[in-house]
């Protein structure tokens, strides 16, 4: 069973400025995309940014917090990315509606839950 509420106490070991979230792969999208969601701290809080290929301006939700996220909150921001339609490059809005295949060093049950999610949908 997926502990939702799992969140860790950091993000950092003490080797760099910025941390690897998530990666997400998109392999129904038409080039395979793909987007890592990464966070670094600014003036004691957590500041959370998506980049992809094309450099679309992608909208997390959260994009601050004092604490990490629990895995719960980490899952609903991935399920709630917006792009702005005037801006996108490659398709992205199209991408973000899909269901990824997830990978995270920080949080391993994050690759279960979207596994189970596809299988059920599905694209497994």
């Given at each position: 069973?997926?502990?939702?509420?799992?969140?860790?106490?950091?993000y950092?070991?003490?080797?760099?400025?910025?941390?690897?979230?998530?990666?997400?792969?998109?392999?129904?999208?038409?080039?395979?995309?793909?987007?890592?969601?990464?966070?670094?701290?600014?003036?004691?809080?957590?500041?959370?940014?998506?980049?992809?290929?094309?450099?679309?301006?992608?909208?997390?939700?959260?994009?601050?917090?004092?604490?990490?996220?629990?895995?719960?909150?980490?899952?609903l921001?991935i399920?709630?990315?917006?792009?702005?339609?005037?801006?996108?490059?490659?398709?992205?809005?199209?991408?973000?509606?899909?269901?990824?295949?997830?990978?995270?060093?920080?949080?391993?049950?994050?690759?279960?839950?979207?596994?189970?999610?596809?299988?059920?949908?599905?694209?497994?």
């Amino acid at each position: 069973m997926i502990d939702y509420d799992f969140r860790p106490k950091t993000y950092f070991d003490g080797t760099g400025t910025a941390v690897l979230l998530a990666k997400l792969l998109y392999p129904e999208s038409q080039w395979g995309e793909e987007i890592s969601i990464y966070t670094n701290v600014i003036d004691g809080k957590y500041h959370y940014e998506a980049v992809d290929f094309y450099g679309n301006e992608i909208k997390l939700i959260p994009s601050k917090t004092k604490n990490t996220l629990s895995l719960q909150e980490l899952i609903l921001m991935i399920e709630t990315m917006e792009t702005k339609p005037e801006n996108a490059l490659g398709n992205i809005e199209l991408t973000v509606s899909g269901i990824p295949e997830a990978v995270s060093n920080v949080y391993p049950e994050l690759e279960k839950y979207f596994f189970e999610k596809r299988k059920y949908y599905g694209l497994i």
